[in-house]
Nanobody
Framework: QVQLVESGGGLVQPGGSLRLSCAAS????????MGWYRQAPGKQRELVAG???????NYADSVKGRFTISRDNAKNTVYLQMNSLKPEDTAVYYC???????????WGQGTQVAVSS
């Protein structure tokens, strides 16, 4: 079992920045990849950024050049640095982890990000 706890959401003006954190606990040795997803009202959940255990990253086209996913292995924490935020980035952001062999997904509870003037 893996537990994920997100933090760092909030209200920010357009052009501003936020950093989301996702602290993992439990059977973290079984995690192969982690990612950040978001879901805006009335829309499907979408992948924002992913990070494999080997360090490879991928990003949604809409956030490339603005968002950066990273990790601190010592803290078992994954981050999402979000710069140049736009109103369309408003959503609930979820941390996700994929188990290495079973491919099971674990999800955090979500953290709200609102971009508005």
């Amino acid at each position: 079992q893996v537990q994920l706890v997100e933090s760092g959401g909030g209200l920010v003006q357009p052009g501003g920045s936020l950093r989301l954190s996702c602290a993992a606990s439990g059977s973290i040795f079984s995690i192969n990849a982690m990612g950040w997803y978001r879901q805006a009202p009335g829309k499907q959940r979408e992948l924002v950024a992913g990070l494999t255990s080997g360090g490879s990253t991928n990003y949604a086209d809409s956030v490339k050049g603005r968002f950066t996913i990273s990790r601190d292995n010592a803290k078992n924490t994954v981050y999402l640095q979000m710069n140049s935020l736009k109103p369309e980035d408003t959503a609930v952001y979820y941390c996700q982890a994929t188990e290495r062999f079973t491919r099971r997904s674990y999800w955090g509870q979500g953290t709200q990000v609102a971009v508005s003037s």
